[in-house]
């Protein structure tokens, strides 16, 4: 059994974003009856829509570089005793 549509309602769409990055707008150059030419006045808008493109995920790496000091008194090595929070050695994707 195939499953009928809704009758007599209406479709629905999202509302366009109040703030787009970017618009195009597509205009005729010139009238398609008697060829004549149009200016930016002689346009009305017709539709909009919003055409939404998500980014590829790109993932942000950071490296950790641990340096120790060494004292310019005593010429000993001093170690870092922690690294930042949730900048700890390892790998969310591996057991290294």
């Known amino acids: ?15 366009l974003t ?12 010139k009238c398609s009856h008697c060829n004549s030419a149009l200016g930016a006045a002689d346009h009305i808008l017709r539709e909009a829509y ?12 950071t ?6 000091g060494v004292c ?6 001093t170690k870092v005793s922690a690294v930042p929070e949730s900048m700890e050695k390892g790998s969310p994707f591996s057991s290294q």
């Open 1 to 15: 059994m195939t499953r009928k549509g809704s009758v007599g309602r209406k479709g629905a769409s999202r509302p």
């Open 18 to 29: 109040e703030n787009p990055d970017e618009i195009v707008r597509v205009t005729a150059k």
């Open 50 to 61: 919003d055409k939404i493109d998500i980014p590829p995920v790109k993932p942000h790496v």
């Open 63 to 68: 490296r950790v570089e641990i340096h120790d």
């Open 72 to 77: 310019l008194c005593c010429a000993e090595k």
